[in-house]
Structures are given as structure tokens and as C-alpha cells.
């Protein structure tokens, strides 16, 4: 069974960046599809970033383009997201999934597309 840990959430000020991680353990790292999904209070789990398993395609959700960046260190068995101009609305708990389904066809917006998540880091943006 595939296993996900996240960290880096924190408190940070508007403006400010964090940088979160993802470590897989107990799967064979370069063979899944990484994604990050973040969930708001009283608001359904939305698409963050996604990144396939070379790191060939990254695919990003329009409100945190240019701002956020995911990668991945196959090396490492991690894979990260990097968060800069941080906002209010960016509060959330963020998770990272993994699948390791087919290339063709993925579903890489939707939580559907994931067999695997971690149990979330909680990043707060104060104005």
C-alpha cells in the first residue's frame, strides 16, 4: 500500500511563499502520477497541480498559476510544491495523491483521478 506523507504547511503572511513536500514510501515512487488537491472549510477538495511520472507534464489549476510550481525528485521518492505570492484564499489543508493508472485518459483535475492520498498539511495566510 502506497503511503503519503505530507509537510512544510505553517502560518505565513500574505505575500510570503512555503514550500510543501510530499514523501511516498512503500510504492515504487517513479511509477505513480503525483498530484495536489487543497480543501478550504466548508468548501469541496479542488485540483492544485499535477505532475506525471517522468516530470515530463505538469498541469496547473488557473488560480495558482505563475505563483505555484510543482516538481519531483524520483531520487527522493518526493515530490513538491512550491508556493510563492501566497493569498488568504491559498488557506487550506493541502494533500497530495499518487495513481498509477495509464498516461492516456488520466483524469488529472479531478480527486477521482488518485488512488492514494496523504492525510494533508494545513497552510494559513494571514492578511
Known amino acids: 500500500q502506497v503511503q503519503l506523507v505530507e509537510s512544510g504547511g505553517g502560518l505565513v503572511q500574505a505575500g510570503g511563499s512555503l514550500r510543501l513536500s510530499c514523501a511516498v514510501s512503500e510504492g515504487s515512487f517513479s511509477s505513480l502520477h503525483m498530484g495536489w488537491f487543497r480543501q478550504a472549510p466548508g468548501k469541496e477538495r479542488e485540483f492544485v497541480a499535477a505532475i506525471s511520472r517522468t516530470g515530463l507534464a505538469t498541469f496547473t489549476a488557473d488560480s495558482v498559476k505563475g505563483r505555484f510550481t510543482i516538481s519531483r525528485d524520483n531520487s527522493k521518492d518526493m515530490v513538491s510544491l512550491q508556493m510563492n505570492s501566497l493569498e488568504p484564499d491559498d488557506t487550506a489543508v493541502y494533500y497530495c495523491?499518487?495513481?498509477?493508472?495509464?498516461?492516456?485518459?488520466?483524469?488529472?483535475?479531478?480527486?477521482?483521478?488518485?488512488?492514494?492520498w496523504g492525510r494533508g498539511t494545513s497552510v494559513t495566510v494571514s492578511s
Open positions: 495523491a499518487a495513481d498509477g493508472g495509464a498516461l492516456s485518459g488520466r483524469v488529472w483535475r479531478q480527486p477521482r483521478g488518485y488512488n492514494y
